[in-house]
């Protein structure tokens, strides 16, 4: 693969405008990504041993390039992403870090405690560096993209005191794209879990059910039966863009579904304890899956029926699962089928005659904070908070909640104040 490690002859086999780009961010990574990603999922240290030599030889690579622990190498970026370039030295810097921390990790698996310690401080210092480097008060100061966010928080590269903002700042730039995505090779693949960890669910439902440019379904409108290498390789007019239309990158969404959807993920590397955690959303009524892990194949299903939600879980011998259901409760499981039924999630609280009229107000109240207008954003999110609300609901959905919070963190941009609107028992009353 190009650029998996610096100066191997494989590289003199890509080419950008004619210049050969050696041992670059996201690409080179892979040297780290891939060993611990398999490590993850087959629970065997023998791939972390065979591959160590090349894990440290990339992160040293990379260090010796860093004067002041800053990598600004300025690779390939965020391949074609549908929005603003995200800066090539803030990505660099993201992916040191990632490499760092898997190192670090690795090390620690395989009992190398006087490595683990050294990539421990080598870590810390590349996330003070980014942190002096590229964020004041809780924002990117070189580039505000999507890719910019998802990537600090997926490495978690900033303080937990900065983190619900920088969560915050991302929903609101995806928002401000009119709830599409923008992001490229390097960002697509932590977008949405990044959304679905800080709570803004149904915005990431949004983003992986959008059937206009750019988003997973509208190639599907076209025809597609492949990952294209470009959102829009095939424009809406009908005319092509020359570029692979069977490329993985934007696959990546696949692993989300699994996660995520289905809620099949390791709680321990090679699936000995399993996690099972299903999101439930997105207008989706049912949802099959399995996976073929090294013990079996896990199965997972569930299904909305009414105010219920069936699920069926079928763990393979010799593990076991702990699983967190719609409802919040928690079961702890051995090997075998598994049947469970769940109160479905409470529906969005806006009434489905008054939902155009809601929408109609959510884009003003865009377009009035890309004009700073303050006293519009307070009458406008007020209206569309409370006005369009279902009256006597006493439980906020997860929609409700994105929408509120993406309204007090507008307004505290603007006004530079934190929590203007206060939420009350009832969200038909808000309060300024």
Partial sequence: MPSSSPFSSMTRLYHLNDSIKNGVAGWGDAATIIPWTLYHVYGDTAILRDCYTSMTGWVHYIQSKSPNYLWKARGYGDWYPQGDSTSLPYIDQCYFAHSVDLLQKSAAVLNKSSDAITYLTLLDSVKTAFLNEYIVNGQTRATSTQTAYALALAFDLLPDSLRPNAAAELARKIHENNDHLATGFLGTPYLLPVLF?????????????????????????????????????????????????????????????????????????????????????????????????????????????????????????????????????????????????????????????????????????????????????????????????????????????DDFNYANRALELITGKKEKFKAPPDPAQIQL
Avoid at 220 to 228: E, L, Q, V
């Fill in 197 to 401: 960890h800080f709570g803004y669910d149904s915005l990431a439902f949004t983003l992986l059910t959008q059937k206009t440019l750019p988003s997973w379904l509208y190639p599907i409108t076209k025809g597609a039966t492949t990952i294209w290498e470009k959102w829009d390789a095939i424009c809406s007019d009908g005319s092509f863009d020359t570029c692979s239309l069977n490329h993985y990158a934007y696959g990546a969404v696949g692993n989300f579904l699994y996660r995520y959807l289905t809620g099949i993920s390791p709680a321990s590397p090679g699936y000995k304890k399993i996690s099972i955690h299903p999101h439930v959303g997105g207008g989706l009524r049912w949802v099959k899956a399995w996976y073929v892990c090294s013990y079996g194949k896990i199965e997972r299903s569930w299904k909305v029926t009414g105010k219920r939600i069936k699920l069926q879980i079928d763990i393979p011998a010799a593990t076991s699962a702990d699983v967190l259901l719609p409802d919040g409760s928690k079961r702890a499981v051995g090997w075998g089928k598994h049947r469970f039924v769940t109160a479905s999630p409470s529906p969005c609280p806006i009434c489905p005659k008054k939902q155009k009229s809601y929408d109609s107000l959510k884009n003003l109240v865009y377009a009035e904070i890309k004009n700073k207008n303050y006293d519009a954003v307070i009458s406008l999110t007020k209206a569309m908070l409370g006005k369009y609300l279902e009256p006597g609901l006493k439980r906020r959905c997860v929609k409700w909640c």
